[in-house]
């Protein structure tokens, strides 16, 4: 079974200087499509490793936080460590 469909054909009726503008605006045109899509394209890898690299310092930051945090914790612990030696030897020597 064919299936007859007409397309109509677009005929455009340009004058010499239309058809002589018609490349030049196809090729501008083209040329702004592709440089366009270049500087998205740039854009979008370089938001991506700036967002890397302060994603990295953001992480530097919390873990040097962290780091402040579990040696003033050890710094208590060993404080306690040893004032309980100290108390247990001075039990020890009383008795």
């Known amino acids: ?3 007859n469909i007409n397309i109509p054909k677009l005929k ?3 004058n010499l200087k239309q058809k002589f503008l018609w490349p030049v605006i196809s090729a501008i045109f083209i040329v702004f499509v592709i440089t366009v899509g270049y500087l998205i394209i740039n854009v979008y890898y370089k ?3 700036t967002r890397k690299e302060n ?3 953001y ?4 873990a040097e936080k962290i780091a ?3 040696k003033e914790e050890l710094a208590v612990a060993r404080t306690m460590a040893t004032t309980f030696e100290l108390l247990t030897e001075d039990n020890n020597l009383k008795r």
Do not use: D, G
């Not at 992480?59 to 919390?62: D, L, N, T």
């Open 1 to 3: 079974m064919k299936f």
């Open 12 to 14: 455009f009726k340009l």
């Open 47 to 49: 938001s991506i490793e």
């Open 55 to 57: 994603l990295n310092l």
């Open 59 to 62: 992480a530097a930051q919390q």
């Open 68 to 70: 402040t945090i579990s």
